[in-house]
């Protein structure tokens, strides 16, 4: 499923310059480049860091496929543009795919997911555009807004043909191409994802 890293012109890069300048004044928090913007994400809180290792535990018994959390993927949508997703499921050569920024070639990305945070609109608009220019061919969206699971498959062009949206009671079943059979309870999910409520 990998390819050959792609280059990249080494040109001057001023936003990705800047972007790691905010990550090291704003430790914890996500900057990515996405369609030539900056965007900043909060911190994580534990809801979604609980969320997002139950959704990486089957993962680890796959054997060629590792799931990683915040590592940057490359995608062809600008020359600065990288996005970070919450995990990623890659293949186990991944190291061989470095193209620049601690960023990775996304021929060798099976899946990317995402826990929704203040910035939801982000993980269900910008970020579907730029997973489906990236060929990334399962991207899985816990939505805790919305208490929901998306899972959107088969991309084209700038979205994806196959958008299925689950909620609690539901087992879903990822396709085999993340790298094995995957079964996901949607209600343990959300629950683990729920935010903090104050008071």
Request: glycine fraction near 8%.
């Amino acid at each position: 499923m990998s390819a050959a890293a792609v280059e990249r012109p080494h040109a001057d890069r001023p936003l990705i310059a800047e972007a790691n300048l905010i990550m090291e004044r704003l430790p914890g928090r996500r900057v990515e480049i996405i369609g030539g913007q900056l965007l900043l994400s909060p911190a994580r809180d534990g809801p979604h860091s609980g969320a997002l290792m139950l959704f990486a535990a089957p993962f680890l018994q796959l054997g060629l496929v590792r799931p990683l959390p915040g590592i940057g993927l490359w995608p062809p949508t600008g020359p600065e543009d990288y996005v970070i997703p919450d995990l990623s499921v890659v293949d186990d050569d991944y190291r061989d795919h470095l193209v620049e920024n601690s960023c990775y070639d996304p021929a060798c990305f099976r899946l990317v997911m995402e826990v929704t945070s203040s910035n939801w609109k982000t993980d269900l608009r910008a970020k579907v555009v730029s997973y489906a220019k990236a060929k990334i061919p399962v991207y899985v969206i816990i939505d805790r807004r919305h208490q929901r699971l998306h899972v959107l498959t088969d991309p084209v062009r700038d979205s994806y043909a196959t958008h299925h949206i689950h909620t609690a009671g539901e087992l879903v079943t990822l396709p085999e191409s993340v790298g094995g059979k995957v079964a996901l309870d949607v209600a343990e999910l959300l629950k683990a994802g729920e935010p903090h409520t104050n008071g």
